[in-house]
């Protein structure tokens, strides 16, 4: 049995920040699209490189999920139920 503090965070706390990662990424890669086309030199350049490369960095990140930490197990003693209930 796991005790409260070792649970891992809940599925849809994992899932969420991963997708909020990933759209902020995209975000900056659209932005470097625009910027790309409106400026010169090497900002062009590096906005073009960003561009390219931000998906993998954004999939990388989005299936990237939080390590797994063990946790202490301890024994469960059962409870014996007292004679009242026993009586019902």
Known sequence: MQSVTSVRSKADDDINAR???YLVT???RTTCFFLAVVTQGWVR???VFLAVVLP???VVFANARAPRTA???SPVTP???HREQLEK
């Open 79 to 81: 409870r014996t139920p």
């Open 71 to 73: 946790g202490r197990l």
């Open 26 to 28: 995209m975000g900056i």
């Open 45 to 47: 350049w590096t906005c």
């Open 19 to 21: 997708m909020k990662h």
């Open 56 to 58: 993998y960095i954004a």
